[in-house]
């Protein structure tokens, strides 16, 4: 009897120990089971940084924790109080966040921190970033930039101002002349609220090319549209343009360049009044006659010259009327050695003024040496200095209408 109780006594140790181990093994296979927490690490702004009035891109990396559901949200925190919820992505990829900050803010520390949820309702906030200042925005950019020519040594320049914030504008300048190019440097820095600058000390032979920008607390703007002395009238290009009667335009113009593969001629469309290119001149050509035009017909030109790699800015433009019809050059009849010159007028009452022109030496340059009014019937011209040891050589051509004339006459020399 006494052997029957001690056995069953034992059979009732065994059962509550194992059921006792049981609960313990269940318990610990639940606690192993409890969703992992999501991780967030901020890159930038960082604690003791510096970020502007305006939209600020946080930098961070996030990702869900093991074993998880994957990202859901995240909340924007600034001064410990919630300021914007961020979704994910339609694609599942994180979204941009940005630090946007007003302008009570300016000039103060604040702090921010991310927090970003999982599918399954955990949560896990990044470090809290201080200490973080407060600059003004950068300013905006200047516009309208407008250049005009008041000597051959000089340009002003003017623009519209249209920041607030400013604490002045730099004026950057590129040139481009026959020694070489001096590339785009910071030219002048000037004044917060000013509008207008002027360029001295230039020279007529370089093309000088101007963008400007202002600067702030914030930083730079961007810069405005570049403008350039190529285009003004009478700028280094020089680009001239006459009408020879009615089928003929002569341009000329000014090589100011250096290693340029050549020339770019463009002439408008008398129809639509576009640019199209009109013909390609070679390096170191100064002129160009069209031979393509019509009577009574107005046409634009303009020119650039290129490199192997580059396309220069278009010069000024040049605009010119033909005649109606073309007229005969004048005849030059008789010459001597004492200095008289006469030539018979081909132009049927068509010209208005005789024109005669000069030059010393076969490889001189010709100037205008005198006009004589059509209307007077003269044609004869008698000069007081002929030529002691030297060749002259002289023709003439006759004026239609403005910057229109006929062809030239034959040259001739003296002695």
Known sequence: MKLRTTKSIFLLFLFILLTGLTVSCVESLSDTQTSAVPTITISSPKTNDTVKIGQNVITYQAADGSGGQGLSFYELYVNKGFKKNYQLNSDGTNPAIYLVVDSTLLHT???????????????????????????????AAPSNLLLTKISDYAVTLKWQDNSTNELGFE?????????????????????????????????????YIYKERAF??????????????????????????????????????????????GFQIERTDPNTNTFKVLALAGPNITEYYDNSVS???????????????????????????????????????????????KWHDNSHYQAKSTIIERKVGLNGEYFELATINVDSGITDYQYTDPPTGVIYYYRLRQSLSTRVFTPYSLEIHIP
Not at 119 to 133: F, L, P
Not at 297 to 317: E, G, K, P, V
């Open 171 to 207: 004026l950057w300048r590129r040139d481009v002349g026959s020694s070489g190019v001096v590339e785009y440097r910071k030219w002048k820095t000037l004044p917060v609220n000013t509008i207008s600058f002027t360029d001295t000390g230039l020279s007529p032979y370089v093309d």
């Open 109 to 139: 520390k604040i702090s921010y921190s991310v927090k970003v949820y999982d599918k399954g309702g955990n949560s896990k906030e990044s470090t809290i970033q201080t200490n973080i200042y407060v600059k003004d925005k950068e300013p």
């Open 295 to 341: 009577a009574s017909s107005a046409y634009s030109y303009r020119i650039c010259y290129f490199t192997l790699t580059t396309q220069s800015s278009y010069s000024n433009i040049a605009t010119i009327s033909t005649y109606y019809i073309d007229v005969d050059p004048p005849t030059i009849t008789y010459y001597d050695t004492n200095g008289l010159i």
């Open 216 to 261: 702030g607390e914030g930083g730079y703007s961007a810069f405005c549209d570049e403008v350039t002395t190529s285009n003004l009238p009478g700028g280094p290009w020089n680009l001239q343009a006459e009408a020879i009667g009615a089928s003929s335009v002569h341009l000329t113009w000014v090589d100011f360049a250096i290693n340029e593969q």
